[in-house]
């Protein structure tokens, strides 16, 4: 075959450090469309974004000639170095160490982007150490919960 053909989708999630809750309403617009740019920069497509005050969830295809590892370490570099530009009082402002990436099948793309469009409501009854929690246990994920969070 002469070419190269993918569809490598990804659901992402990642938190702010010790689920400090830095994403307010007033900011989560601005930081969403820049990660987003962050990620066509990078040769990516985000398909949707959301979370809430103390992580996010991103719905992507990525590459094959990329590591997930290499586009989430930029994306969280560079979106962190933005916030400290743009809003000076949160200096302090920090991602997580690592990460969660789970595959998509095309036939779940709704599902995924109807999860991440529900954050607000989900969050009212669930938070985020249970949810990624169970979202690693349905992967099938091996972990050992004393290393999961910071």
């Known amino acids: ?10 659901h992402t999630v990642f938190s702010t450090k010790t689920r400090e809750p830095w994403i307010q309403p007033d900011i989560a617009p ?25 992580h996010i969830h991103l719905y992507l295809r990525w590459r094959p000639d990329g590591a997930v590892s290499d586009l989430l370490r930029t994306v969280k570099s560079r979106s962190s170095k933005w916030v400290h530009e743009e809003f000076p009082a949160l200096r302090a402002f920090e991602w997580q160490e690592g990460y969660s990436a789970f595959t998509v099948s095309k036939s779940q793309e ?18 985020f150490k249970s949810e990624l929690l169970r979202i690693l246990r349905a992967h099938e994920i091996e972990f ?5 969070f910071d």
């Open 30 to 54: 601005r930081l969403f469309a820049y990660i987003g740019g962050i990620i066509r920069a990078e040769r990516g497509v985000l398909y949707d974004i959301g979370g809430v005050a103390d």
């Open 110 to 127: 709704a599902a995924v982007k109807k999860y991440i469009a529900g954050q607000e409501e989900h969050h009212k009854k669930e938070d």
């Open 144 to 148: 050992d919960e004393r290393y999961v």
């Open 1 to 10: 075959m002469p070419g190269t053909y993918s569809q490598l989708l990804y």
